[in-house]
């Protein structure tokens, strides 16, 4: 996907809550969504593969791009729901995994992006939802490169596999109750 705002109408939104399929999964059941692809972005390696990425040594984060349609989905409603599926209190780390390449952020496209996410931060903050503070970050997106083939829809592709089960499921199921109106029907 581009790094820009599209010219069919879609914004793009690009986003790190640990591993890049439980973020997918949940983002492409939305409606308004376009389209979602898992890749990297926030390190120093240019191209960098899965390997180093997990490896910890290329800086990057696990992120994804959604591809959205404003008028149906606001930018704001997709932060919220990002931090509705996700820890953003946990530095490096989502769960099990750990490391730079888990981090919590916000890879803004524009100053609107990045002026309603660090609004929203501080609203967060100002609610005391989680017992610790906000530690996502918000940057404005650099370089992004696609992740490799197998990693895109990978939920969708592998719902049995124990990870999905133990890990990915429990993100939709928090997905379908408080944001139920917002998914795409069956």
């Given at each position: 996907m581009s790094t820009t705002e599209n010219n069919a109408g879609t914004e793009i939104a690009t986003l790190g809550g640990g591993c890049f399929w439980c973020v997918e999964a949940v983002f492409e059941r939305l409606q308004g969504v376009e389209r979602v692809e898992s890749g990297y972005t926030g390190g120093h390696v240019v191209d960098p593969t899965y390997r180093a990425v997990c490896a910890g040594?290329?800086?990057?984060?696990?992120?994804?791009?959604v591809e959205f349609l404003p008028h149906e989905i606001s930018y704001?409603?997709?932060?919220?729901?990002?931090?509705?599926v996700h820890d953003p209190t946990t530095l490096n780390r989502q769960g099990a995994d750990s490391g730079t390449q888990y981090?919590?952020?916000?890879?803004?496209?524009?100053?609107?992006?990045?002026?309603?996410?660090?609004?929203?931060?501080?609203?967060?903050?100002?609610?005391?939802?989680?017992?610790?503070?906000?530690v996502t970050e918000v940057t404005e997106l650099e370089d992004y490169y696609p992740g490799e083939e197998y990693h895109q829809e990978y939920y969708r592709r592998n719902t049995s596999q124990p990870y999905c089960q133990v890990v990915i499921e429990p993100k939709l199921a928090k997905l379908r109750a408080k944001f139920a109106d917002r998914l795409r029907p069956d």
């Open positions: 040594t290329t800086g990057h984060a696990e992120v994804i791009q704001r409603e997709i932060l919220e729901i990002f931090f509705t981090r919590s952020a916000i890879f803004t496209h524009s100053d609107e992006q990045r002026r309603i996410a660090q609004e929203l931060l501080v609203e967060l903050d100002e609610q005391s939802i989680w017992p610790d503070p906000i």
